[in-house]
């Protein structure tokens, strides 16, 4: 069955109340070995990134991890 364009706007709908959007710009090829890093681990992209970030505040800012509930996530 095809995808309706009323159930296509109640997806991006839904996307642009329930998520956030960042965006990241590094230099060239960066991308590429970090979804290759994140394909090696079984991890899809965006995982990956959000993962890394969460750890090195887990790790390096403890203090700060716990005052923004990163702990409850």
């Given at each position: ?11 991006i ?15 060239k ?14 991890e ?23 005052e923004l ?5």
């Amino acid at each position: 069955m095809p995808y309706s364009e009323a159930a296509k706007r109640a997806t991006i709908k839904y996307i642009k109340n329930n998520y956030d959007t960042i965006t990241i710009r590094k230099s060239k090829g960066t991308k590429e070995r970090w979804k290759k890093a994140a394909d090696a681990i079984g991890e899809p992209l965006h995982e990956f990134i959000s993962k890394s970030v969460t750890e090195r505040l887990k790790n390096d800012y403890p203090d700060v991890y716990k005052e923004l509930h990163f702990d409850v996530e």
